[in-house]
């Protein structure tokens, strides 16, 4: 299994606090992602990361922000939470190697928004 | 704009019973890659197979083969003789190799398969 460890795995939380999602790995690998799942939308991008301090948005960013200090960590933070991001978030990880690489996943952290 | 579709949102079978799950997708790029990937009950991601829009040779493992038809912009995946351990909801994801390497994902098939 890959190296992958999100925290927390569960959060509630009231509207409009800020709220900050850990995604580590132990693999060394470049490409990061922040990916939320709900309902009806499958997996859904919501910012990437390339390299420390490298990152991009993606499908649906709003709301959101991260950072990469280390090529271990990737945070995701809403800044103020609502309840429209109550869902399952789920790093992944893939490694540059010429072709595509699979994605791993994490676990997953269950927010809900109060 | 590239697009993964998964048009049957549920499939319910007996046992034992052949299933396909379909996959469609949208491209204009010539190089991308398709994946499959599981979803238990239990909610971790499990990687199942990757192909490269330059391969298509049709793959079996075990019970599980993929069928990729570029004419058809397709990826449909079966299971022969299901068991109760393939439920699941399963998703289609496509990717092209710009940046940051991007993946797409459907909507997924949530498979149930009946004892």
């Known amino acids: 299994d890959a190296g992958i460890t999100q925290s927390p795995r569960h959060k509630v939380t009231e509207t409009g606090t800020p709220v900050t999602l850990r995604c580590h790995q132990t693999?060394?690998?470049?490409?990061m992602y922040w990916y939320r799942q709900d309902p009806g939308h499958g997996l859904r991008l919501i910012h990437y990361?390339?390299?420390?301090?490298?990152?991009d948005k993606g499908e649906v960013s709003d709301g959101y922000s991260v950072s990469r200090s280390k090529t271990e960590d990737f945070l995701l933070t809403l800044e103020s939470a609502t309840s429209s991001q109550t869902s399952v978030y789920f790093c992944?990880?893939?490694?540059?190697?010429?072709?595509?690489?699979?994605?791993?996943f994490g676990n997953g952290t269950r927010l809900t928004v109060t | 704009a590239q697009k993964v579709t998964q048009a049957q949102t549920e499939i319910s079978v007996v046992e034992k019973e052949d299933v396909t799950l379909d996959c469609v997708y949208e491209?204009?790029?010539?190089?991308?890659?398709l994946f499959w990937y599981k979803q238990p009950p239990s909610g971790e991601l499990v990687f199942l197979i990757r192909?490269?829009?330059?391969?298509?040779q049709n793959e079996i493992s075990g019970r599980y083969s993929w069928n990729f038809q570029k004419s058809t912009s397709s990826f449909n995946f079966t299971i022969t003789a299901s068991q109760v351990v393939d439920s699941a909801v399963y998703f289609c994801?496509?990717?092209?190799?710009?940046?940051?390497?991007?993946?797409?994902f459907g909507p997924g098939t949530r498979l149930s398969v009946l004892p």
């Open positions: 491209t204009r790029d010539t190089t991308y890659y």
């Open positions: 990361s390339y390299g420390v301090k490298d990152t």
């Open positions: 192909r490269n829009s330059f391969d298509e």
């Open positions: 994801a496509l990717a092209r190799d710009n940046y940051g390497q991007n993946f797409v």
């Open positions: 693999e060394n690998h470049r490409y």
């Open positions: 992944a990880i893939s490694e540059s190697s010429g072709a595509i690489s699979p994605l791993h």
